[in-house]
């Protein structure tokens, strides 16, 4: 009679310390800020005193740059899809729901999506490509609804609605950020108004798209 292979016991992977993990979300929260306010090149050291972690905690987590960046966009593009999810359950008018995720994506810091047009940026990393998509699709979805109500100017695209959310979320050249943050949903507002029908003139070029902003800054 033939005994049974032996068979090694499973190996158990650690779960990692809840202060790790509350360490590491730290640091993405304080990057996802300083990218907004200084560019995805800022130094390693002010991320960590940002962040109220030391720079070997940083480094254990994120040991090269670009694995901050990937996480940074990774988790920011997850929370811009909640916003404009959140904004499309809530609101019944179309484009109240538009001016919620606007406004909402704002306070998520939207403008750290920037280094995705950086040339550097790996666009082609596949979970990155999944939430992309799924962030154009949401939010697609709020401005058919809302051209589709007359709502919304119909020269208006997906990326014209992105761009212009991300420049006027960041800090002018040389302003200070604490006095620049008061202005952003007043600026927003204003933006806003601009896309409400009926619209006041027609707008040169055509609608932009999310596929035309990773083609430009491919080519650049």
């Known amino acids: 009679m033939t005994s049974a292979p032996d068979t090694a016991p499973a190996r158990r992977v650690p779960r990692p310390r809840a202060d790790a993990l509350r360490n590491r979300e730290r640091i993405v929260t304080a990057a996802r800020e300083m990218f907004v306010e200084f560019g995805s090149q800022v130094p390693y050291d002010e991320i960590a005193r940002r962040a109220g972690v030391g720079n070997a905690t940083l480094y254990r987590n994120f040991p090269e740059r670009a694995d901050l960046v990937h996480e940074v966009v990774l988790s920011l593009m997850g929370r811009v899809i909640e916003v404009a999810e959140r904004a499309a359950e809530a609101e019944g008018d179309t484009f109240a729901a538009l001016r919620s995720f606007v406004h909402g994506a704002a306070d998520e810091r ?49 990326g014209d609605l992105m761009v212009a959310l991300s420049q006027l979320t960041r800090p002018l050249p040389g302003s200070g950020c604490a006095s620049f943050d008061r202005f952003v949903h007043r600026h927003l507002q204003i933006f806003l108004d601009g896309l409400e029908m009926p619209a006041r003139s027609e707008l040169p070029g055509k609608a932009a798209t999310l596929e035309d902003l990773r083609r430009d800054s491919c080519s650049s």
């Open 110 to 158: 939207v403008g750290a999506l920037c280094p995705m047009l950086e040339g550097t940026f790996d666009k082609d990393h596949p979970d990155l490509i999944a939430e992309r998509d799924r962030l154009g699709e949401v939010v697609e979805g709020l401005i058919e609804r809302a051209q589709r109500a007359g709502r919304l100017r119909a020269d208006v695209g997906l």
